[in-house]
């Protein structure tokens, strides 16, 4: 489903003048009805600071009373449901729930209050080693579908893991007619009410803990979603397969502005580009020239931009307002992200610049070395040399890439990429953006070129027109991590068209070695020497590799292949789909999220399929990939 976006103040009737705290005229409940009956998504600001959002009919409404005083958890925790009221006192309150309850209940068979507040104290005075657990209080009514709710909102609020503190749920019932400070007596509403200690804020301080902040409001708003779905099952009413599919179905204005923000900044610079050398062949000459001897010296593109002033916009970007837990993580991570990529471009040749690239890429684990070595210990004593008449130049897989490219248009016009030849990028392929740059001096097989274009074009062209699709620029420029993922598909993508060569997977295998050497210290030379002296390879195609590995002053990306590869397969063995990989440029880490948001409806499927997954052989390969298949099983040749 299309993802929607919903604006400020969305339905919204002329104002009337209202005194603080005044319930709402009677034409503004009419005129919510109104838009409600219509199917339309209701977003209405109201006196003393009252917001009605309801982004589609749903069997439910989330409540906080700001009268309560400056909650912020709990309002936060309403705020970020799809269906909420921010009511500012309990009579403003009363009267739009009496008005909104009898009407959801006989279009959708069910509905359920859900309120959120806070206790007036945590247990914990002042910061402490031991941290007890802290309080949730829990009320309902006494029908079996409120007791279904409140036993399903218990079970998921004890059964989340706690980082710092631990809940101890405490469950009451409110007898029929029963009076309290929750708003089970509105219209005879079924109801669950929710107290919960105020365990992010700072004890005998206004200060308050961001992170645990953020995590409260997780867990309320997930154990919210299921007691619904607990609530709607007692009823015997029709429930999605997940719980998570009643979130948000629309974005808010701060969303758009958010995504549109940082994308400026992630479009501000290329990091790729300007990190690689614009100088390689002559890099080359010079060092075969000296004899393998003395590190080439590295010339780089100067910046079109001022790194601090992106850092500056970067750092401007408000995640207020934005009412999704689940999307102001996707942001925060992507910030993250773009903030060490202009540190390292801000840092390029110097010793610093290796550091943030550990920071930003990670360290070459143990395993991943252990396997990398084998690869190149099994496949030490095997070749393959491809006649020279079998090599396309640059100008042969522009044609070849332009034919496929011309295909994928015919599928879907979307699909506009572009082509370009360029002299300042090294011997091979690069994806930028919606560009496919291919280096003058490029020289590929011919049998080699199909599986090639598959990895570039049927991936990461691909993933970046389905991402643009999906309503937030995200997911074409990519969630923060997602370059392990996007290569390990785009290894596959090698393999399922039966071009995953044995020189391939050697060289994959070679980067993992490299990075490992970079990062532990070794010299330019040192590890060139080690690719040719200890695992055979040739000097030119040693040289390449490890200039990859030591542009910008010493770039560990290049382990991201083998490791995303792998990554792809245990995915695939246990029983993963690959579809979610296609909307847009995620992690593996994000395969969760992107199910959750496509429940939401909040996602497309992908618009465009990859062409290589109809290649001959493709889902016997695919099948076979799911089993406990290993790298080296893989190669073609």
Not at 297 to 310: G, N
Not at 362 to 381: H, S
Not at 617 to 635: C, F, K, N, S
Request: glycine content about 6%; hydrophobic content about 45%; some cysteine.
């Amino acid at each position: 489903m299309k993802s929607r976006r919903a604006p400020a103040n969305a339905n919204r009737a002329p104002s009337r003048p209202h005194a603080p705290g005044q319930i709402p005229a009677p034409d503004d409940v009419k005129d919510i009805l109104a838009a409600l009956d219509a199917g339309k998504p209701i977003r209405r600001d109201m006196p003393g600071r009252s917001r009605l959002h309801i982004d589609r009919p749903l069997p439910f409404l989330c409540l906080h009373v700001l009268e309560g005083g400056d909650q912020i958890a709990a309002r936060d925790a309403a705020a970020a449901n799809a269906s909420y009221l921010l009511a500012s006192d309990r009579r403003a309150a009363g009267e739009i729930v009496a008005a909104l309850a009898p009407t959801m209940e006989k279009r959708l068979g069910a509905f359920l209050l859900l309120e959120f507040g806070e206790l007036e104290q945590d247990s914990v005075s002042k910061d402490s080693p031991y941290l007890p657990p802290f309080d949730i209080v829990l009320t309902s009514g006494p029908s079996d579908a409120e007791q279904a709710a409140l036993e399903a909102f218990a079970t998921a609020a004890e059964s989340r893991e706690a980082k710092y503190r631990t809940p101890r749920v405490v469950r009451r019932k409110t007898e029929a007619g029963g009076t309290g400070d929750s708003m089970q007596g509105v219209a005879g509403a079924p109801h669950l009410t929710v107290r919960f200690a105020p365990i992010y804020r700072v004890p005998d301080s206004d200060r308050t803990y961001p992170e645990l902040q953020e995590g409260v409001v997780a867990n309320m708003v997930d154990a919210g979603l299921q007691a619904v779905a607990a609530f709607l099952q007692a009823k015997a009413l029709e429930t999605p397969q997940t719980h998570r599919a009643y979130g948000r179905r629309v974005f808010v204005d701060a969303v758009s502005r958010t995504d549109r923000a940082l994308d400026d900044v992630a479009a501000a610079f290329d990091f790729l580009l300007v990190v690689t050398p614009i100088n390689a062949d002559m890099a080359w000459r010079d060092f075969a020239a000296g004899g393998f001897e003395r590190a080439p010296r590295l010339l780089y593109r100067p910046l079109t931009f001022r790194v601090d002033d992106e850092k500056r916009k970067l750092f401007s970007i408000s995640f207020e307002q934005l009412e999704d837990p689940v999307l102001s993580t996707l942001f925060r991570g992507k910030q993250q992200e773009l903030d060490l990529q202009l540190s390292m471009i801000a840092a390029r040749e110097t010793k610093a610049f290796v550091e943030l690239g550990r920071a930003l890429y990670g360290k070459v684990e143990p395993d991943l070395l252990v396997q990398a070595q084998a690869i190149l210990a099994e496949t030490a004593a095997r070749s393959a040399v491809t006649p020279e008449s079998d090599f396309l130049n640059c100008h042969g897989v522009h044609d070849a890439a332009a034919t496929m490219i011309r295909a994928y248009r015919t599928t879907n016009p979307l699909f506009d990429a572009r082509i370009e030849i360029r002299n300042d990028v090294p011997a091979g392929l690069m994806v930028v953006g919606d560009r496919l740059l291919i280096a003058r001096d490029t020289r590929v097989s011919r049998a080699r070129l199909p599986a090639l274009l598959n990895h570039e074009i049927g991936v990461h062209l691909l993933t970046y027109f389905n991402g643009s699709a999906q309503g937030l620029r995200i997911f074409r420029s990519g969630l923060a991590g997602y370059e392990g993922m996007q290569e390990g598909l785009a290894v596959l993508a090698e393999y399922l068209s039966g071009g995953l060569t044995l020189a391939r997977l050697r060289l994959i295998a070679a980067r993992v070695v490299a990075c490992d050497a970079m990062l532990a210290g070794a010299s330019f030379v040192e590890t060139f020497r080690l690719l040719v002296r200890d695992h055979a390879f040739a000097e030119a195609a040693a040289f390449n590799l490890v200039l990859r590995v030591y542009r910008g002053g010493g770039l560990p990306k290049d382990a991201i292949y083998l490791k995303g590869l792998l990554s792809v397969l245990r995915h695939l063995r246990d029983g993963g789909s690959l579809t979610p990989f296609w909307m847009g440029k995620i992690s593996a880490a994000d395969f969760s999220v992107m199910q959750e948001l496509n429940a939401r409806g909040l996602l497309r499927l992908p618009e465009i399929e990859p062409a290589f997954l109809n290649y001959p052989q493709a889902a016997e390969r695919l099948e076979t990939a799911r089993g406990a298949i290993t790298p080296l099983a893989m190669i073609s040749d």
